[in-house]
């Protein structure tokens, strides 16, 4: 494996690197479904027959009432939810996910959550191909989907998927997380600048998932991440008929909800929660991990912060992603907005008028 932690990217080691082929070869993937992309079959499989009603996607940042408002038209629509959260998918990562348990979901069926071993890293294409499945087995039942959640990349992967990727090279993926945690996600942004130009200038220095994956891909195929985009495969009937339905609560008070329920996570045991995760063999740079609400506990864990620190860490951290899902969304078009949050009984009522014969 060649060295990847010059900081200041000299010609040598970037050299070797690209000359490095031990990590071109065929890695056992870890991944839940094997496949990163769309089969060859699928458009006939999700739509053998024509569908013309639309399909809701309740989508907007952490802690916006999302849940609620799913269920409640779900119940109006003879609807079931399918999970468009990357963390709630992982089995025995409960506390900071905020999944609704079983009794509060008033008979609506869950699809897609706590279903993937947290070891595995699970990506958004399995999610997409399993959410166009998903939704054609509840469409033949004669029920509404709803897609409910906060990964506008999940969404983004079903309305425009992804070219055949190959699967993670844990190893690869092991060195490159050092790096980040060492360096910084800047860092890696500048491998990338050196690797495939195209592709650093279209993503955020922070955006550090999507930066490790571009240079993976770079360095598993050979190939820029940013040519390989051409060729991707067209979506499924099922995504052209998705509606996006978005929340945009008050940020004050969204940013006062977002720390109360982080230190009501804290005194729900959620420190022992990731102990229990990480003696179970779940390892601690694994993408459910690596989500926030957990990954500053992982640190505390690891005796490189103290508690008091990790929640306020954690705070901030679910505040700034609250942030970035509202650029997120308001950067994808055809969503349409709705003031206020899921709870709330008047929102409820406003989007199911607009909504119903859609």
Known sequence: MPDLTCPTLHEG??????????????????SHLGCNSFPRDILPRVSSQPQTKSILAIVGPT????????ISLAVQLNGEIINCDSVQ??????????KVPPTERQGVPHHLTGFVPPEVNYTAGEWARAAAEKIAEI????????LVGGTGFYLRALRRPFFPSPPTDEELRKRINEIRERLGAEYLHKILQRLDPAAASQLYPRDWPRVQRAIEV??????????????????????????ILALNPPRAE????????????????????????LGNGVPAESNALGAH????????????????????QTKLDVRHYAKRQMSWFRHEPGVEWFDGFGEDEEVQARILRTTVGS
């Open 13 to 30: 080691p970037l050299n070797a690197l690209l000359a490095c082929t031990n990590h071109r070869q065929p890695a056992a993937s870890r």
């Open 63 to 70: 802690a916006s009432g999302k849940s609620a408002l799913g």
């Open 89 to 98: 998918v992982y089995q025995g990562v409960e506390i900071a996910t905020a």
């Open 139 to 146: 469409e033949s039942r004669g029920r509404a989907p709803l």
């Open 218 to 243: 770079r360095l598993q195929t050979g190939r820029a991440f940013s040519e390989q985009k051409e060729s991707r495969p067209d979506p499924p009937e099922s995504a052209r008929r998705l509606r």
């Open 254 to 277: 969204l940013y006062q909800r977002i720390n109360a329920r982080t230190e009501l996570h804290f005194d729900q045991g959620l420190v022992e929660e990731v102990k229990s995760l």
């Open 293 to 312: 609400g957990y990954r500053r506990v992982v640190e505390y864990l690891q005796g490189r912060r103290d508690l008091p620190s990790a929640l306020e």
